[in-house]
């Protein structure tokens, strides 16, 4: 099946800063990739896909890039707020959802 | 509109007993999933169902079954409870599958002491 890895495990950035997240996919045939944020006690909601056949996305300050070739995409998020602390996964998916291992992202006021 | 909602939101089990998660949803969803979420694990996906009458299994399945008799609900019974059981178990949904957004309940936090 598909391997999803995904780094960094945390990250602390001030307000006001960019947070990158990465994630590596295995699987060629994966062709769809969504971002997803949990917060506390919460389930996860998607904020953000991308399909294979689409480069770069952006809704307002998220953004996700896809490098097929290299088989990685990325979560932009510009001019953090601390309303965008909470833990975040990618995912990859053909048939099925294959997640990332998440990120804990802390926007320091 | 309701979305997912799923019972109980918190449990504790002693080794050895069984108990079943409920999940409903209301969208007229296909597709339902039951996922386990351990701490630097991510998501892993136990079992899903295409329909009603369909189920299959996940990765990691062991230790568990599902039903699925209806489209709206789609409940995850844990028989013979272990300590491994213990982790934070999400329902998700989605009308289509693999390509489409899931739409996730609250989740229900279970230990097994």
């Known amino acids: 099946g598909e391997n999803v890895e995904q780094h960094p495990s945390t990250l602390s950035v001030q307000e006001g800063d960019s947070a990158v997240i990465k994630c590596t996919y295995s699987d060629s045939a994966s062709n769809y990739f969504p971002w997803y944020k949990q917060e506390l006690g919460k389930g996860p909601q998607l904020i953000i896909d991308i399909r294979s056949n689409v480069g770069e996305k952006k809704d307002q300050r998220i953004a996700v890039t896809l490098n097929k070739t290299a088989k990685h995409f990325s979560l932009h998020i510009t001019e953090t707020q601390p309303e965008d602390s909470a833990v975040y996964f990618c995912a990859a998916t053909g048939n099925q959802f294959y997640f990332g291992t998440g990120t804990s992202l802390t926007v320091i006021p | 509109n309701a979305g997912v909602t799923q019972t109980p939101k918190f449990r504790i089990l002693k080794i050895g007993q069984s108990m079943t998660l409920q999940c409903t949803q209301d969208m007229n969803h296909n597709y339902m999933y039951w996922y386990r979420q351990d701490p630097g694990m991510g998501l892993k996906l136990i079992y899903y169902?295409?329909?009603?009458?369909?189920?299959d299994k996940g990765e990691v399945p062991n230790g568990y079954n599902v039903s699925r008799s209806t489209t709206e609900d789609f409940p995850l019974r844990l028989e013979l409870a272990a300590p491994s059981q213990t982790s934070v178990y999400f329902c998700a949904s989605s009308y289509r599958g693999g390509n489409e957004k899931l739409f996730f309940g609250s989740g229900t936090q279970l230990s097994v002491l």
């Open positions: 169902s295409v329909g009603a009458g369909i189920t």
